[in-house]
């Protein structure tokens, strides 16, 4: 009787774990959503107020510079499909490391872009909000 007890408590665990990890991807996927629609309502529930938002570029963004570009047509991200997301929970933390195909628009110019990112999520006021982007390019 004691080992069914343990096994569903273990159970109980990882169902509440996949529940989590779908919730992080979730929110990777509003977050692409959202970039792409330059939705701004969107990105101030998914980016913490420090995000440290550090493009393939180099070039580096706070939430309120990120919104403030993709609102002024400066960065356009004109699409954000994810090819690949691995998602690691770490209690009120989760990292994604993930790959994606890219087009952004910079002064009229597009830009395709096949990148690697790492993206740290914190659970935050009941919601996971993103605090750190780094990306790196690919071969395309």
């Not at 007890?5 to 774990?17: N, S």
């Not at 690697?116 to 790196?136: E, K, Y």
Request: hydrophobic content about 45%.
């Amino acid at each position: 009787m004691r080992v069914f007890a343990i096994l569903m408590a273990v159970a109980g665990l990882c169902a509440a774990a996949d529940k989590s990890v779908d919730e992080i991807k979730a929110a990777e996927k509003s977050w692409a959503a959202a970039t792409v629609a330059g939705d701004e309502a969107q990105l101030k529930q998914l980016l913490a107020p420090d995000l440290n938002y550090t493009h393939s570029t180099g070039d580096s963004d706070t939430r309120s510079s990120f919104i403030s570009n993709l609102q002024s047509g400066a960065r356009k991200y004109l699409k954000l499909d994810h090819e690949s997301m691995d998602v690691r929970r770490y209690g009120n933390t989760a990292v994604v490391s993930a790959n994606a195909r890219i087009e952004t628009s910079m002064k009229g110019s597009v830009n395709p872009a096949h990148l690697r990112f790492l993206h740290v999520w914190i659970l935050q006021d009941g919601r996971w909000q993103l605090v750190a982007h780094q990306s790196l390019r690919l071969p395309n």
